[in-house]
């Protein structure tokens, strides 16, 4: 690649943005892209998602991108149902297909793959931190939620499993793994030497309070969790400067009974193995806390911070917490939101976890603030949809991707003004994470990875229960943002260091080389007289479609010349496109 070529195609990552926004980190990339022939005519409203965004835009007078083309649309929802490059038969019978229903027929047969189970087993292993803390624990969580996204079982059934789960050991009973990970470690030779778990209890209870709060309902409530509210969040969050730090104690409180007891053997705790099961006295709201302020004193007694609704008489009380939880209308819409995020660019509500309940409904907002969702009624639209089908992520994930809304084009003609990020005016950019664009480097190159998982080996990322590999390998996922699964997952920065491994990482240099079984191995042996069937390949294989004419130009003058080391160039190239690490 010329040198040119590669400031230019690498430029959104060196460059310091004009603007944060989506849409202008969008507009830069679609810049790169090749010229593609879009799909005519008017904007089809294919079902409520429709109505809402494109109504909005029609109100306001925002223009609109065009819908994408099928190789675009082909690339795009792969990537983001499955976590894969289309393979070239794929490509060649999607746009040799005429069927009207074929985008609808994709999805469908997208969203019944194991590709599919897999790309979404590792984002939810990634949202519970999934690592070590588990044990052998990580295996079997991960199994269970591929079993769970394999059947479609209702998301709300998964979530009211994990909250109230008890076992004998965390190694048996997959659910119950999400609470073990949360464990706060505690002293090592606790003085009242009661605490044979080494585990501090309270903060455990505490961590999980956060946990199910963030991600179940969209709500931080971190902050009260050490100090009310007032005082401290009334220029952040509204509703939560309203709350106070014992009603953290209170939602806390239907944890207070749980039990985390370190698993001992031969008189040695077994460090990731834990019982936990409902016999610890309650929520001690003036007990010691390792991480936190003192604890003050106040009532214990369980009360649902969203409603104040206390269990029923009798009732365990986690399974009454989450009874409540998946009952409220904040979780359907939390859980629209993130998965909108998810394939949208970002959500009606942003961050997801940062739901401020005082500014969801226009009627009824706090003077002086503006209203938080970009779409409310769109919001609330998708969390009745959601209801209404069961709590299925497969139904959810399908309304979004069949909407012409998900199907408009990253290519944008005319100008571009940030403002119309809010509106969803085009398809908004995303790069691709570390263990998607490690699977398409295996792919397009024919040359999986070689990954240790438990007794066996794997040779793509996402096949995996958490983040393996040595060397360059581990170098490459790890500048590429792959999470250790410490500390909560961040948005993907770019850094120089990225474009710098794409062009000289064994990760990508070895992949290309005519050797080893390698796809450039297999093209050259199989058209030693068709060098312009060669370069047809390699971009199928790695863009999702056809070269232009000015590209296959450039490649066939590559080949002529040397035929290896033309195609094994032609290939290093096509992957250090700024089109081929952004899904768009």
């Known amino acids: 690649m010329a040198s040119d070529r590669f400031a230019e195609a690498h430029a959104p990552l060196f460059r310091p943005p004009s603007s944060t926004s989506t849409g202008a980190v969008t507009d830069r990339v679609a810049r790169s892209l090749p010229a593609a022939s879009l799909a005519a005519g008017g904007i089809p409203m294919r079902n409520f998602i429709d109505e809402h965004i494109f109504g909005k835009m029609r109100r306001d007078r925002v223009p609109h991108a065009s819908l994408s083309s099928d190789y675009e649309f082909l690339r795009r929802v792969t990537l983001d149902l499955t976590g894969r490059l289309a393979s070239t038969d794929q490509v060649r019978a999607f746009i040799a297909d005429r069927d009207p229903a074929k985008r609808d027929k994709l999805i469908g047969q997208l969203l019944q793959s194991e590709a599919y189970v897999d790309k979404w087993a590792y984002f939810f292993m990634d949202l519970f931190r999934a690592n070590g803390k588990m044990g052998r624990g990580q295996?079997?969580?991960?199994?269970?939620?591929?079993?769970?996204?394999?059947?479609?079982?209702?998301?709300?059934?998964v979530v009211r499993s994990i909250i109230g789960a008890s076992a004998k050991s965390n190694h048996v009973v997959a659910a119950v793994n999400v609470?073990?990970?949360e464990h706060v470690q505690g002293k090592p030779h606790p003085e009242d030497g009661d605490d044979f778990g080494m585990v501090q209890q309270l903060d455990t209870d505490d961590e999980l309070s956060i946990l199910y709060a963030k991600t179940f309902l969209g709500i931080n409530t971190s902050c009260i969790s050490c100090h009310d509210g007032r005082g401290h969040l009334e220029k952040v969050n509204v509703w939560l400067s309203g709350k106070k730090r014992s009603d953290f104690f209170q939602n806390t409180g239907f944890l207070g009974h749980s039990r985390y007891l370190m698993y001992w053997e031969h008189g040695?705790?077994?460090?990731?193995?834990f019982l936990i099961d409902d016999a610890n006295a309650g929520y001690n709201t003036k007990g010691a806390s390792m991480i936190r302020v003192p604890r003050f004193g106040g009532a214990a007694d369980p009360?649902?911070?969203?409603?104040?609704?206390r269990p029923r008489p009798g009732a365990e009380p986690r399974e009454e917490f989450g009874r409540m939880l998946t009952a409220h209308p904040q979780f359907a819409r939390?859980?629209?939101?993130?998965?909108?995020?998810?394939?949208?660019?970002?959500g009606i509500v942003e961050p997801f976890d940062e739901f401020d309940l005082a500014r969801q409904d226009a009627a009824h907002l706090p003077a002086g603030w503006a209203l938080q969702p970009s779409h409310p009624e769109l919001l609330d639209a998708l969390a009745r949809d959601f209801r209404t089908s069961g709590y299925?992520?497969?139904?959810?994930?399908?309304?979004?991707?069949?909407?012409?809304?998900?199907?408009?084009?990253?290519?944008?003609?005319?100008?571009?003004?940030?403002?119309?990020?809010?509106?969803y005016a085009r398809k908004f950019v995303r790069m691709l994470t570390a263990e998607e664009l490690h699977d398409a480097i295996a792919v397009s190159t024919e040359r999986p990875g070689d990954f240790k998982f438990g007794s066996q080996r794997a040779g793509m990322a996402m096949h995996l229960s958490g983040p393996e590999g040595n060397g360059d390998v581990r170098y490459f996922m790890q500048t590429f943002g792959q999470s250790n699964r410490n500390n909560p997952t961040r948005p993907l920065a770019g850094s120089p260091l990225q474009p710098l491994l794409l062009m000289q990482s064994p990760v990508v240099t070895e992949r290309v080389r005519a050797e080893k079984d390698s796809r450039i191995a297999r093209l050259l042996a199989s058209y030693p007289n068709d060098d312009a069937?060669?370069?047809?390949?390699?971009?199928?294989?790695?863009?999702?479609?056809?070269?232009?004419?000015?590209?296959?130009?450039?490649?066939?003058?590559?080949?002529?010349?040397?035929?290896v080391e033309g195609a094994q160039n032609l290939h290093w190239a096509l992957i250090n496109q700024v089109e081929f690490f952004f899904n768009y």
């Open 303 to 309: 009360a649902f911070i969203l409603t104040g609704a």
């Open 139 to 157: 295996d079997l969580f991960h199994y269970w939620m591929k079993e769970n996204l394999s059947v479609d079982r209702p998301y709300d059934d």
């Open 392 to 423: 299925s992520l497969r139904h959810l994930l399908g309304q979004i991707c069949r909407s012409s809304a998900y199907q408009l084009s990253a290519r944008f003609n005319g100008e571009w003004k940030d403002q119309y990020t809010k509106f």
């Open 268 to 273: 040695k705790p077994q460090s990731g193995e």
């Open 179 to 181: 609470i073990a990970r």
């Open 334 to 346: 939390a859980t629209v939101n993130l998965f909108w995020s998810r394939l949208m660019g970002f």
């Open 533 to 563: 069937r060669v370069v047809e390949e390699l971009f199928l294989a790695t863009l999702s479609r056809p070269p232009s004419a000015t590209e296959r130009e450039v490649a066939l003058a590559a080949l002529a010349k040397d035929r």
